[in-house]
């Protein structure tokens, strides 16, 4: 009887035992898991932060050098045709009234030196644009759609909200500003499109960009498979992978395609002036 009751009791602690032992194993299992999770976590979020400064790096370089060469068109290119310009002004002065040739020559000469001006002053307002960092995004993109219908049989509509935009950091605003450049670009170049809408809107959470089109269309789906990569549609996810925007590309009724950009507004704005935009200022001036 005695020997039975030791036997149970020592069942009973080797129960307790294994429980205790299997608890304390799932136990470590789950925090080993835990643990293991919380650094995988960690480890991405290092690797996504990693990756978003190398684009932001990248991005930046790239406005840099854009800067860089809008500034040398300005000031080498521009100074040197506005002297080749003042040189042949006083040349075609010492020509004859009889050399009507020389003369014809001259003013042909004259008037494509004025126009490599202007193109080299329309360059470099495209490499920079300057009026993005004077008076908004309004102004900016009411600005580029005006070129681009100049001597086009293109229609470009745009709505820029029922109130006006408030300033945004040169960051997001840039970024706007580049990302309806380059849908805009490619509607026109990939599109076969004659209309162009364009959109602007904020509210308490997003600046909303609408870029839509009439032209042929293209398959969302193979836009999130990468196929039209060659669209410049992989700089534009760059772009708002670093501001934590996102967007959405939709066939339209009419045949055409949509897209829309959302980017997430920034709570603790700054009433301070954006940081200048200009080419030609290489430091920033505090006035």
Same mark, same amino acid.
């Given at each position: 009887m005695q020997?039975? $009751? %030791?036997?149970?009791?020592?069942?009973?602690?080797g129960?307790l035992?294994?429980?205790m032992?299997? &608890?304390f194993?799932?136990?470590?299992?789950?925090f080993y %898991?835990k643990?293991r999770?919380?650094? $995988?976590?960690?480890?991405?979020?290092?690797e996504?932060?990693?990756? !978003?400064?190398?684009?932001?790096?990248?991005?930046?370089s790239?406005?840099t050098e =854009? =800067?860089?060469?809008?500034?040398?068109?300005?000031? +080498?290119?521009g100074?040197m045709?506005?002297?080749?310009k003042?040189?042949?002004?006083?040349?075609?002065k010492?020509i004859? $009234?009889?050399? $009507?040739?020389d003369?014809?020559?001259?003013?042909?000469?004259?008037?494509?030196?004025?126009e490599?001006?202007?193109?080299? !002053?329309?360059i470099t307002?495209?490499?920079v644009?300057?009026?993005?960092? !004077?008076?908004?995004?309004t102004?900016?993109i +009411?600005?580029?759609?005006h070129?681009?219908?100049?001597g /086009?049989?293109l229609t470009?509509?745009?709505?820029?909200g029922?109130?006006?935009l408030?300033r %945004?950091?040169?960051?997001?605003? *840039?970024?706007i500003?580049r990302?309806?450049?380059?849908?805009?670009? /490619?509607?026109i170049?990939?599109a076969n499109?004659?209309? @162009?809408?364009?959109?602007?809107?904020?509210?308490?959470?997003?600046?909303?960009l609408?870029?839509? +089109?009439?032209g042929? #269309?293209?398959?969302?789906?193979?836009?999130?498979d #990468?196929?039209?990569?060659?669209?410049?549609?992989?700089?534009?996810e760059? =772009?708002?992978?670093i501001v934590n #925007?996102?967007v959405?590309?939709?066939?339209?009724?009419n045949?055409?395609?949509t897209? *829309?950009?959302? @980017?997430?507004?920034v709570?603790e704005?700054s009433?301070?002036?954006?940081?200048p935009l200009?080419? &030609?200022? !290489?430091?920033r001036? /505090?006035?």
């Open positions: 020997d039975t $009751e %030791q036997m149970k009791w020592a069942l009973l602690i129960t035992a294994m429980l032992m299997a &608890f194993v799932i136990s470590f299992v789950l %898991q643990r999770f919380e650094e $995988e976590k960690k480890l991405s979020e290092i996504k932060n990693h990756s !978003r400064l190398l684009l932001d790096t990248a991005l930046n790239e406005e =854009r =800067r860089r060469i809008a500034q040398d068109l300005h000031d +080498d290119i100074t045709l506005s002297l080749t003042l040189s042949l002004n006083q040349l075609g010492s004859g $009234e009889n050399s $009507e040739k003369e014809l020559i001259m003013k042909k000469t004259q008037s494509l030196v004025e490599t001006i202007l193109h080299v !002053r329309r307002r495209e490499l644009p300057t009026t993005l960092e !004077r008076f908004g995004l102004e900016a +009411d600005e580029f759609i070129k681009l219908e100049e /086009n049989n470009i509509t745009f709505q820029p029922s109130e006006e408030p %945004q950091g040169q960051k997001i605003e *840039l970024t500003y990302i309806m450049q380059e849908l805009v670009n /490619n509607a170049k990939h499109c004659t209309k @162009i809408d364009i959109s602007l809107e904020m509210n308490e959470e997003f600046i909303g609408r870029v839509s +089109d009439n042929i #269309g293209f398959d969302p789906e193979a836009v999130k #990468g196929h039209l990569a060659g669209l410049g549609l992989l700089g534009i760059s =772009r708002l992978a #925007g996102s959405q590309y939709s066939k339209t009724g045949g055409g395609s897209a *829309l950009t959302l @980017i997430p507004v709570s704005m009433n301070s002036k954006p940081e200009h080419p &030609f200022r !290489r430091e001036v /505090n006035l």
